[in-house]
DNA sequence: GCCGTTTTCGGCCCGACTGTTTTCAGTCG
């Protein structure tokens, strides 16, 4: 269970439903899994917090999120109120202990997983692997060596890779292998169109993790089968799960799973949003189409009565047919974008083109690996505007933060860099908040600075209500310009800390303060969930590197990622501005 | 267990691949 400070408990209540869903499922409950996992996702993207929903409306108010209806709506008020759910308690009590570990494996589904726990009474995973290394499966009946040996590696890939790949692992990884496939197919058949070979699924969507990476292709007949075996064949995969005419899996030495489907051209945009998914955005575009008499699928969208294709070979017209405006595949979570897309009412998404400029970034002053001359002439070839420069505050010694002397010689070097460079450098410093909520410097050193982004870095075990003091106090000093990172989370590694974003937002907003959404891969904070939410407060945002070194300069794209999941425009995040009115924002915040 | 411009009862996305089943069930996305 998630700590008492989860500042939402959404997700908490979702997590526990599809729990439920999975362990009904190895009990061969019909329907119900599906309906309680229909329910954990509208839980999971629902704007508000349910605990609120719940003291607020009662169970009345918790039916009226969709998929949620009398029962689940009692069984939530249930945990609310008592921490747990009889009912559920009562389920898992009858499963095997390991259900839900054994349940992630992938290729065995609740049938097979069934099946093999009452046959040779398997409870965890380390019994499953005691069977398959005694060929106790092989013998059974259904089995043979073939699925014996697929389930030993199903266990073996679960333990080497069963979190999911981070956004910034992940992306680099599909350009790596996309463009080593192209290299191989313009020798061997240089007659296909590399430019219809793309990365899907939640990576194109940007999610922070992602699970398999996806990757779509358009052929002939002829061709598909050339481009299969360039695909098996890579020096970078390890083993070839599947190999079909249109769908192959391999699993890369790395340990990371890629799929390669390859469709013909007039299937191509129908296959590109299919597989771009999610899920649970394609169910809600289906049930679209059905309701206006169309079949979708991942071939085309075509007429009910005639049988006839309408729609297939792009995304756009696929969308335009069902009267729909074109949806970025960020926005494709389900999450109100089929409704908006209706009404002809979606954000127009800020764009990479749109980031005029850096506000956070480290130098050799502090814990930065170069120059401040090198980042400056780096930033300058990027064509930004602007960069802040901001190293770390003196009492973060860890980071060899900087005391006032260092943090002085550092404006003057600023000063001699400006005049041989036309980006605009701020000074700046990522300030620690301390513990009482006061910043690292005083004030006539804070007044001297263009930004002051303030951070949390210690303390992480805090109560909820001394970090929101903490945090909300440091929002509420006027020399502090952006709250860095928000949560302090790392990804797969450190829960966000305990914190009540609904005050952190609302003094953020009264005092006009920024919200960083930081990208480096390790962080993407605020989150997706965060920055929607953070929206509704009327908050401006930044989208930030926090770059140590020049490669991480180019990270920009994952916060960008973020945002655009978060529904940010151009004009919610202010280096997007022109330095004159960058400069207003942070001067009207002193005043 | 949820839900309804076909329905308050009877459906619930759908097509490819795998293995061992000779005609299909299970799994995945």
Same mark, same amino acid.
């Given at each position: 269970m998630k700590g008492v400070g989860e500042p939402l408990r959404n997700r908490e209540i979702s997590e526990l439903l599809y729990e439920t869903a999975d362990i009904m499922e190895f009990q061969q409950i019909e329907w119900k899994p599906r309906a309680y996992r229909r329910a954990a996702q509208n839980i999971e993207n629902f704007g508000e917090d349910i605990e609120k929903v719940y003291e607020k409306k009662g169970k009345k108010g918790l039916t009226k999120?969709?998929?949620?209806g009398e029962s689940i709506a009692d069984h939530i008020a249930e945990y609310l109120e008592t921490g747990k759910v009889e009912k559920f308690e009562e389920l898992k009590g009858r499963a095997p202990s390991g259900t839900t570990e054994l349940m992630?494996?992938?290729?065995?589904g609740a049938k097979t997983m069934k099946k093999l726990a009452d046959a040779l009474?398997?409870?965890t995973i380390s019994d499953l692997k005691d069977a398959v290394n005694t060929h106790r499966?092989? +013998?059974?009946?259904?089995?043979g060596e073939k699925s014996e040996g697929n389930i030993a590696r199903a266990i073996e890939n679960y333990e080497k890779s069963h979190s999911r790949i981070p956004l910034g692992k992940a992306l680099p990884l599909a350009e790596e292998i996309i463009s080593a496939l192209k290299a191989e197919l313009r020798i061997r #058949?240089?007659?296909?169109?590399?430019?219809?070979i793309i990365y899907t699924g939640s990576l194109r969507r940007l999610?922070?993790?992602?699970?398999d990476i996806d990757i779509l292709a358009e052929a002939d007949k002829v061709n598909a089968g050339k481009m299969m075996n360039a695909f098996v064949y890579?020096?970078? $995969?390890?083993? $070839?799960?599947s190999k079909g005419k249109t769908k192959s899996s391999v699993i890369l030495k790395e340990g990371f799973g890629i799929d390669l489907r390859i469709v013909p051209p007039e299937s191509y945009g129908a296959a590109l949003q299919y597989f771009t998914g999610s899920k649970e955005h394609n169910i809600e575009l289906r049930n679209i189409a059905l309701r206006e008499d169309y079949k979708l699928s991942e071939y085309g969208l075509y007429?009910?009565?005639?049988?006839?294709?309408? !729609?297939?070979?792009s995304e756009e017209e696929i969308y335009r047919k069902l009267g729909l405006e074109y949806i970025e595949p960020e926005l494709r979570?389900? +999450?109100?974008e089929l409704k908006a897309a209706a009404k002809n009412a979606l954000p127009k998404l800020v764009d990479a083109g749109d980031l005029r400029g850096d506000l956070h970034m480290h130098t050799?002053?502090?814990?930065?690996?170069?120059s401040l001359e090198t980042m400056v002439e780096k930033a300058e070839s990027m064509r930004y505007e602007y960069i802040a420069v901001t190293d770390h505050s003196r009492s973060q010694r860890i980071a060899n933060g900087m005391e006032i002397e260092t943090m002085k010689e550092q404006w003057e070097e600023i000063e001699k860099l400006s005049k041989s460079f036309r980006i605009k450098i701020l000074r700046g410093s990522e300030v620690e908040i301390l513990k009482d909520g006061s910043?690292?410097?005083?004030d006539e050193i804070l007044k001297e600075l263009d930004i002051v982004v303030g951070a949390v870095h210690s303390?992480? !075990?805090?109560s909820e209500r001394e970090m929101t003091g903490r945090i909300v106090t440091a929002l509420e000093n006027?020399?502090?310009?952006i709250l860095a990172h928000p949560s302090g989370r790392l990804l797969g590694k450190r829960e966000a800390y305990a914190v009540n974003f609904g005050k952190v937002f609302e003094a953020a907003a009264a005092n006009g303060k920024v919200m960083e959404i930081n990208c480096q891969p390790s962080r993407l904070d605020l989150s997706d969930e965060l920055i929607f939410r953070a929206k509704d407060y009327g908050l401006k945002f930044c989208i930030s #590197?926090?770059?140590?070194? $020049?490669?991480?300069? !180019?990270?920009?794209r994952y916060g960008l990622g973020q945002a655009r999941r978060g529904?940010?425009?151009?004009?919610?995040?202010?280096?997007?501005?022109p330095y004159s009115r960058l400069k207003e924002v942070f001067k009207k915040l002193r005043d």
């Open positions: 999120i969709p998929g949620v992630e494996i992938r290729g065995l009474e398997i409870k499966i092989r +013998r059974l009946e259904g089995f #058949t240089p007659e296909i169109d590399l430019s219809k999610k922070e993790t992602i699970g890579l020096p970078e $995969v390890g083993q $070839v799960v007429s009910k009565n005639s049988g006839e294709q309408v !729609a297939g070979k979570e389900n +999450r109100g050799k002053y502090s814990e930065g690996a170069e910043l690292d410097y005083p303390g992480f !075990a805090s006027k020399y502090l310009d #590197t926090d770059s140590h070194s $020049v490669p991480d300069l !180019a990270s920009m529904w940010l425009e151009k004009e919610d995040i202010v280096n997007t501005y």
